[in-house]
């Protein structure tokens, strides 16, 4: 097993899968199974730094750009004028979609945009104020499109699902090879 050769695909995969927030928004086909997401701005660290927080759930702009804005290994990938600001992980446990029960990627992702649950840590961008939904990008890597690259990883044990055993080991060690994502509170 060769993770750096899995996570150089996932990246690949996810660098090509990028589109605004608002295309992703509009077309439901988008990012429908499971897997990784990344959320993309093209603001500035002052911008991001002038947005307040609603509730404490929420993930705390100001603070995290405050503390990390000078560190080394803050992600720096870039599209255009966008930047890789925040990545994670969303679907369904198991190896069917069970209704209600969990979000699919589609669903994580645009909690991010809309959730003002204060039960959810969520970047809430369209309730934040100074924050435009055109100002943000989504790009992902779904699991169910692309089993040859995840198949590339042994078989889950105790039943489990491909996403269910290497989701969270994916996500952080992306982080490691490819920065840390300045609003990621972990």
Request: aromatic share 12%; glycine share 6%; net charge positive.
């Amino acid at each position: 097993m060769n993770i750096k050769k899995v996570l150089e695909e996932i990246n690949k995969i996810q660098l090509k899968n990028y589109c605004s927030a608002n295309e992703f928004r509009n077309n439901p086909k988008l990012g429908k199974g499971r897997g990784i997401y990344w959320i993309w701005t093209n603001l500035t660290f002052d911008e991001l730094r002038a947005t307040k927080q609603n509730h404490n759930a929420e993930v705390p702009i100001e603070k995290l750009i405050n503390q990390r804005e000078e560190l080394k290994y803050i992600c720096n990938m870039k599209i255009n004028d966008y930047r890789v600001v925040y990545n994670g992980i969303g679907g369904y446990k198991g190896k069917t979609v069970k209704e209600k029960c969990s979000y699919d990627l589609r669903g994580r992702i645009n909690q991010e945009f809309s959730s003002n649950d204060p039960r959810t840590g969520t970047l809430n961008i369209e309730n934040r104020n100074n924050i435009k939904i055109e100002n943000w990008g989504v790009s992902y890597f779904d699991f169910n499109e692309n089993e040859e690259i995840i198949k590339m990883l042994p078989e889950p044990k105790e039943n489990k699902s491909y996403y269910e055993e290497y989701a969270n080991m994916l996500e952080i060690n992306w982080r490691i090879e490819y920065g840390h994502p300045i609003l990621n509170r972990y």
